[in-house]
T-cell receptor
């Protein structure tokens, strides 16, 4: 059973470009969480999605950031008009159910904005 | 709101020493508690978890007990190895599963 997959593993963008981060959850998992790890900071929750629904986006910046988890295909975290402060590691996690179930993390996408 | 506080690092130990990383939490209700480990350049791996008071999670020689009376979930290992060098995160989950992490504690084990 393949684990959570994220791609790309490393992404370099210039200021003003768009970044698209993909996450394929573990087989049978329909709950996806995105977290961001900024340099010198801990991991912070961004958004929680189920198939075709955003359940909680309380940790996501109101502008430039969006997320989706379509019926078919991976979950996408999209950052428009990136700025240097967006440089971070973005981790996706999935679980079979919400609540107390264990979340399994992907290897992360390391975004560098030049 | 929920929060997790864990001891600051780095913690530097010699091989075979005893390791303790303190973790305390503030939460409404009865959250699940987790310890995750992150090796350089990698994602987080679940180390152990506990879902209710007095539960003890254990894995690979690591242990932690869910103490509701002291709102703590301290991580311990009796004899560390160089391969245990990593960053350790304490976390709790709310009813939706959203994880709230501590700041992380870097552990360095020297031969």
């Amino acid at each position: 059973n393949a684990g959570v997959m994220q791609n790309p593993r490393h992404l370099v963008r210039r200021r003003g470009q768009e970044a698209r981060l993909r996450c394929s959850p573990m087989k049978g998992h329909s709950h996806v969480y995105w977290y961001r790890q900024l340099p010198e900071e801990g991991l912070k929750f961004m958004v929680y999605l189920q198939k075709e629904n955003i359940i909680d986006e309380s940790g996501m910046p109101k502008e430039r950031f969006s997320a989706e988890f379509p019926k078919e295909g991976p979950s996408i975290l999209r950052i428009q008009q990136v700025v240097r402060g967006d440089s971070a590691a973005y981790f996706c996690a999935s679980s079979v159910e919400a609540g107390k179930e264990t979340q399994y993390f992907g290897p992360g996408t390391r975004l560098l904005v030049l | 709101g929920n929060s997790v506080t864990q001891m600051e690092g780095p913690v530097t130990l010699s091989e075979e020493a005893f390791l303790t990383i303190n973790c305390t939490y503030t939460a409404t209700g009865y959250p699940s508690l987790f310890w995750y480990v992150q090796y350089p350049g990698e994602g987080l791996q679940l180390l152990l978890k506990a879902t209710k008071a007095d539960d003890k999670g254990s894995n690979k020689g690591f242990e932690a007990t869910y103490r509701k009376e002291t709102t703590s979930f301290h991580l311990e290992k009796g004899s560390v190895q160089v391969s245990d060098s990593a960053v350790y995160f304490c976390a709790l989950s709310d009813s939706w599963g959203k994880l709230q992490f501590g700041a992380g504690t870097q552990v360095v084990v020297t031969p």
